[in-house]
């Protein structure tokens, strides 16, 4: 029952485009670098989910090599999002549904 975790990254890519998130210029080398969950003290989350989660998570995929089993990205989202106008249902849903698919658990939405 579990979504298939490429379709997911596509739908996460597709929600930060469609709320003008994407960047077409990747942040510096240095911001990537951040040893901070999340790249917080350098990047945006939306910056993070593209220029980091994404490409690492593509990279597996491509590489057929085993994706992450512990993972909670939701939590991150709303908390990042719950400030902004914009409406960020769909795309906390896919990355919900992401944390969901590598987990085996489900992830208790908020309302």
Do not use: N
Request: charged fraction near 25%; glycine fraction near 2%.
């Amino acid at each position: 029952m579990h979504a298939d975790p490429q379709a997911l990254l596509h739908a996460i890519e597709r929600e930060l485009k469609l709320l003008s998130w994407w960047q077409a210029v990747p942040p510096a080398p240095e911001a990537l670098a951040s040893g901070e969950p999340f790249c917080l003290d350098t990047l945006t989350f939306p910056q993070w989910l593209q220029f980091v989660l994404l490409p690492r998570m593509q990279a597996l995929l491509d590489a057929e090599a085993p994706l992450p089993t512990r993972i909670s990205l939701y939590p991150m989202a709303t908390e990042s999002f719950k400030e902004l106008a914009e409406d960020t249902r769909a795309l906390e849903e896919a990355i919900a549904r992401l944390d969901e698919a590598l987990s085996g658990q489900r992830v208790p939405r908020q309302e």
